[in-house]
Nanobody, 117 residues
Framework: VHLVESGGGQVQPGGSLRLSCAAS????????MSWVRQAPGKGLEWVSA????????SYADSVKGRFTISRENAKNTLYLQMNSLKPEDTAVYYC???????????WGKGTLVTVSS
């Protein structure tokens, strides 16, 4: 299993970024996927999850209404569209294969998002 995030960078408050996660080594379309972030000096925070078909999504309250998770199973790719970014969104963002109650079993190495003027 291999997960590779991309799309991070520095953006001003109020700006947007789109993260991608390229998956390989497993049948992507069979699994729920999620995004998790870790702000500097803080613990892991679950951000969002999507079911295997892409039709059902869930979000942390901190990002609801601003972030959109999606997936393209034909391309084995997970996305996170982030709008109206705030300085408190600054973090390393990880994609992970999501097993529901059993948590996440595989993680990417992460991509850094910095929201700063």
């Amino acid at each position: 299993v291999h997960l590779v995030e991309s799309g991070g960078g520095q953006v001003q408050p109020g700006g947007s970024l789109r993260l991608s996660c390229a998956a390989s080594g497993f049948t992507f379309s069979n699994y729920y996927m999620s995004w998790v972030r870790q702000a500097p000096g803080k613990g892991l925070e679950w951000v969002s999850a999507v079911n295997s078909g892409g039709g059902s999504t869930s979000y942390a309250d901190s990002v609801k209404g601003r972030f959109t998770i999606s997936r393209e199973n034909a391309k084995n790719t997970l996305y996170l569209q982030m709008n109206s970014l705030k300085p408190e969104d600054t973090a390393v963002y990880y994609c992970a294969r999501y097993l529901g109650r059993d948590g996440m079993d595989y993680w990417g190495k992460g991509t850094l998002v910095t929201v700063s003027s």
